[in-house]
């Protein structure tokens, strides 16, 4: 993930080594809980869009629908345009001014429940929100652009660069109120995501994602713990927490490895710059790779997903290449990657406990001149393979299981107007929950913050980071071009 989740400290009793854990809220209190408010906003918005298509109606008055432009007047009044010798009338930004105000609406309301169950402060929020929707707005606007269109500048890339171009200017954090919840927009956007992949693709595809993400992460994961450890001398725990974000999820994966292990809370803001340093490179590096190699849509996405670290950076890439690029992207990152982020801590955790902590344990003991074999036992605690699981990857399945359902019980010939009226609409709010998403990411991104690393943690990173890529691209693009080719849409 690209934006860092709230971390509480702890101070250790003996050694007086400050550990990052996560706040009490995560996993727990689900109301108090981010990742859980994610799946409620997204499932919601797809059991909304499905009540109103039931009963006749259209989920398009939710969308904004900005057409392709080439000048002002079109752009503002629209106009009839002919495609494959079929014309039809593009409603222009006047026409469609109500859709947008409703659109602002639903997402207003929606994660200002969500921002007060949080503990924001809602009217700051919303006041940063009306801004982050208009900068949004105006994004979607320039990349509708037939000049955007020729030069290839797709919203999330555009969203991006301003961003980290306004970030970077001046701090404008405190302007948005709280607003910029890069975490919740991005996971927001997945579970939509999953209401337009169909569950059978995932059925199909994902023990081939899973195979090939697990392949990858445990072979990224070792590549920058032994680099971290040998090569540079770092300490194991702030290893195995370089290598959680570098091979599984990013941020996400940072923070909670490092509380599994109890890495130090310096170590883990370390981890959490690289990877984000790192995921912007991989946006611009994997986009301008897959177009520069020619590679299908698929494959391209495949090979984002096996080698972007973050959620977000990673749908901002995949972007690029088209509904089929998200979809392998999402398999591949989603169902290979990320749910397996509490089995990993699981692992790691009992690793730590069982052999670090108490080699620790028993150095302690004999420079202190006590007996080690007197040293009680620790325990570890299973139920974390919950509190850490990504409770956003259950609402994608809900989501796609669903309607999948749906377009099933409707038939061959409704199958039509569940597309036309609920999934491309949805694909719509979609694409607006990731823009705010690139935008919140931009926005929050310091490079000077980040120039005060020391250069050993970067550079067994950096190792890891370009064997995965290397090891991405075989695996896609050499090795299974043709399964990931020929991934299905909806």
């Not at 509380?259 to 710059?273: D, N, P």
């Not at 039509?416 to 823009?435: M, Y």
Request: hydrophobic content about 55%; proline content about 3%.
């Amino acid at each position: 993930m690209a934006q860092s989740q709230p971390v509480a400290v702890k101070q250790t009793a003996k050694r007086g080594v400050k550990e990052a854990v996560p706040a009490a809220s995560e996993g727990r209190r689900i109301l108090g809980s981010e990742d859980w408010w994610a799946t409620f906003i997204g499932l919601g918005i797809v059991v909304l869009g499905f009540v109103i298509w039931a009963f006749g109606g259209t989920f398009n008055v939710f969308v904004a629908k900005i057409p392709s432009w080439g000048d002002w007047a079109f752009l503002f009044n629209g106009g009839d345009v002919t495609k494959n010798g079929v014309t039809t009338h593009a409603a222009g930004l006047i026409q469609r001014l109500p859709n947008i105000i409703a659109l602002f609406a639903l997402f207003a309301v929606v994660f200002g429940v969500a921002a007060y169950f949080l503990r924001l402060k809602v009217q700051a929020f919303l006041g940063g929100f009306l801004a982050l929707f208009v900068l949004s707005f105006i994004v979607n606007v320039f990349s509708s652009s037939k000049f955007a269109s020729s030069y290839n500048l797709e919203a999330p890339l555009v969203a991006l660069v301003i961003g980290l171009v306004l970030g970077n200017l001046i701090n404008l954090e405190r302007f948005f109120g709280g607003a910029l919840r890069t975490e919740l927009f991005v996971k927001v956007g997945i579970v939509l995501l999953g209401a337009t992949l169909p569950f059978t693709t995932i059925v199909t595809a994902g023990p081939v994602a899973f195979l090939q993400a697990t392949f990858i992460a445990v072979s990224t994961f070792l590549v920058i713990y032994f680099a971290a450890t040998r090569l540079f001398g770092l300490d194991k725990r702030f290893a195995a927490t370089l290598g959680a974000g570098g091979s599984i999820c990013g941020v996400s994966a940072g923070i909670a490895v490092g509380s599994a292990v109890k890495s130090r809370k310096e170590h883990v803001s370390a981890v959490i710059s690289i990877v984000v340093v790192w995921a912007i490179i991989s946006i611009f590096l994997l986009t301008a790779l897959g177009k520069a190699f020619g590679l299908p849509d698929g494959v391209a996405g495949a090979w984002v997903g096996t080698s972007e670290f973050a959620d977000a950076a990673g749908v901002t890439a995949a972007s690029s290449f088209g509904e089929q690029g998200i979809a392998a992207f999402t398999l591949m990152k989603v169902v290979g990657r990320d749910i397996f982020i509490g089995v990993w801590c699981l692992i790691l955790a009992f690793i730590a406990v069982t052999y670090w902590d108490r080699q620790d344990q028993i150095k302690e003991a004999k420079t202190e001149g006590r007996d080690p074999a007197t040293l009680p036992k620790q325990k570890l605690d299973v139920a974390q393979i919950w509190h850490r699981f990504p409770k956003f990857v259950i609402g994608f399945f809900i989501a796609s299981i669903f309607l999948t359902i749906v377009i099933a019980v409707a038939g061959t010939a409704a199958s039509g107007g569940v597309t036309s009226d609920l999934i491309t609409p949805i694909k719509e709010l979609r694409t607006w929950a990731f823009t705010f998403t690139f935008l919140s990411i931009g926005l929050t991104t310091r490079f000077g913050q980040l120039s005060s690393l020391g250069w050993k943690p970067a550079a067994a990173f950096s190792i890891g980071a370009i064997v995965n890529i290397i090891l991405g691209f075989i695996l896609s693009a050499v090795i299974l071009p043709g399964f990931w080719a020929s991934i299905p849409v909806a």
